[in-house]
């Protein structure tokens, strides 16, 4: 099975897959909502803790899995443990994927015809058009259409290829934007209201809200980093590999903090103006700026790479599920995945248009922000509590010990730590989280 299947060719390519699958839209445009909502600096270092102490080792436990079986996430399952229900994580995983990028597409449409409008220089008003009819549904096609190009070149010839070509081109827009934002005269206070932490602000809710967002923009839990795991060469090094995506994936939150609130504090902003940060604030802010046409057309490009490098990894997975257990070939797998999760996204962009919200509202939450908050929320951590009980508990350690260490060929240091954050710390954490999130106790 290694041998026929595809994996990344250089280091240096799957590194930036699967960087790429972890930075999106979760980083640049959730992150600084986040953040905003919850208090700044101490959301920041609450998040960076579950990033580092669960969503590292969760990342680690998924890359073990997949590149042990070379496999998809079901037959991953399948294979490791037969004869059980585990293989049914995996297709828990594939629906969540695709929950997530129906909601997911539906910004990213977003953001591409913003940036099409910056060329022009005529932003529209967020409010009116979020909420338009055929507008959105458009540019959230061409961004499926745009993925599905990608997918259709396969693992080498697509989703590595494009990653060494988006993900340099992503770096430079980020560190352009955050010189701009420290040269606004009220960058030190954006800065301030990012790493000066006010704890008095934490309370479960924000607590909740920094495991799903570090969930979320990690993508661990679901199969995604699973799947991407498969095509990594044997003699890939998977704790420094994990450990490198997990600091490279929280810089880009960071730094995305460090463009948006300095701007918002030089301008009068408040910091907490929820999703609407990048759509209503932002473009009030590129108005003002010396320059602010291009540094308009430069932010919604950076959201758009964003976004289409992390959706592709959203997809990936289920194409990946048809390919091994439907049997399906790759050009069939890749316009089903897509298709679905297209009729997913004009479901959830419909829910946003007044005329048709009540129509696709349940339990009070348009489809838009019930996948978001279902995913996020509920699904991931619950997936991830899964996979570390699958991971810790029901394969041998031997088999922990041989993925970390390359079967004896580095050190084996991290596997006492991986095993015990996978057994106790972990699924310990994400339950009593998740029923504190629930309001249980």
């Known amino acids: 099975m290694t041998n026929q299947r595809a994996l990344f060719t250089t280091k240096l390519g799957g590194i930036l897959a699967t960087v790429g699958s ?90 591409l015809s913003y940036a099409c ?68 005269p009220g960058a030190r206070q954006g800065l301030n209201y990012l790493f000066h932490p006010d704890f008095s602000k934490v309370n479960s809710h924000v607590i909740v809200s920094a495991l799903g967002q570090s969930f979320f923009s990690i993508s661990c839990g679901i199969g995604c980093l699973l799947t991407y795991g498969s095509y990594l060469p044997d003699h890939t090094q998977l704790g420094k590999t994990a450990l490198t995506i997990t600091m490279l994936d929280t810089l880009i939150a960071v730094l995305a903090g460090v463009i948006i609130f300095p701007a918002c504090f030089s301008y009068n902003i408040t910091p907490d103006a929820g999703p609407g940060l990048a759509f209503i604030t932002l473009p009030t802010v590129f108005q003002q700026m010396p320059g602010g046409y291009f540094w308009s057309i430069i932010f919604f490009l950076l959201l758009v790479l964003a976004a289409l490098t992390s959706s592709i990894s959203l997809l990936e997975g289920p194409i990946a599920i048809l390919q091994e257990d439907f049997h399906m070939k790759r050009r069939t797998a890749v316009c089903v995945a897509t298709t679905t999760g297209w009729v997913l996204g004009v479901l959830c962009s419909l829910s946003l248009y007044p005329e048709l919200t009540a129509h696709l509202t349940i339990g009070g939450r348009t489809l838009f922000d019930l996948f ?44 006492s730590v991986v095993l015990f954050i996978l057994r106790f710390f972990a699924p310990i954490s994400i339950l009593l989280i998740f029923l504190s999130g629930l309001g249980l106790f």
């Open 22 to 111: 972890a930075v999106g839209l979760g980083n640049i445009w959730r992150f600084p909502t986040e953040a905003g909502e919850n208090g700044g600096a101490a959301f920041l270092l609450i998040y960076f803790g579950f990033v580092l102490l669960l969503g590292t080792p969760l990342m680690m436990a998924e890359f073990m899995v997949g590149r042990a079986t070379h496999r998809g996430a079901v037959s991953a399952m399948r294979q490791l443990s037969p004869h059980s229900g585990w293989f049914l994580w995996g297709y828990a995983g594939s629906i969540t994927m695709l929950l997530i990028v129906s909601f997911y597409a539906v910004v990213a449409g977003w953001t």
């Open 117 to 184: 409008f910056s060329v022009v220089d005529q932003l529209p008003d967020f409010q009116e058009y979020s909420t338009r009819l055929w507008m959105p549904l458009g540019f959230m096609t061409v961004f499926f259409l745009l993925n599905a190009g990608i997918l259709l070149g396969g693992v080498t010839k697509g989703i590595e290829r494009a990653s060494n070509i988006l993900m340099p081109i992503l770096a430079l827009f980020l560190v352009a934007l955050c010189v701009n934002s420290l040269l606004l």
């Open 372 to 415: 978001d908050g279902l995913t996020a929320d509920v699904l991931m951590p619950l997936l991830g509590f899964l996979m570390s009980l699958f991971v810790g508990w029901r394969l041998p350690k031997q088999f922990i010990v041989e993925q970390l260490t390359n079967s004896g060929v580095t050190s084996d240091w991290l596997v």
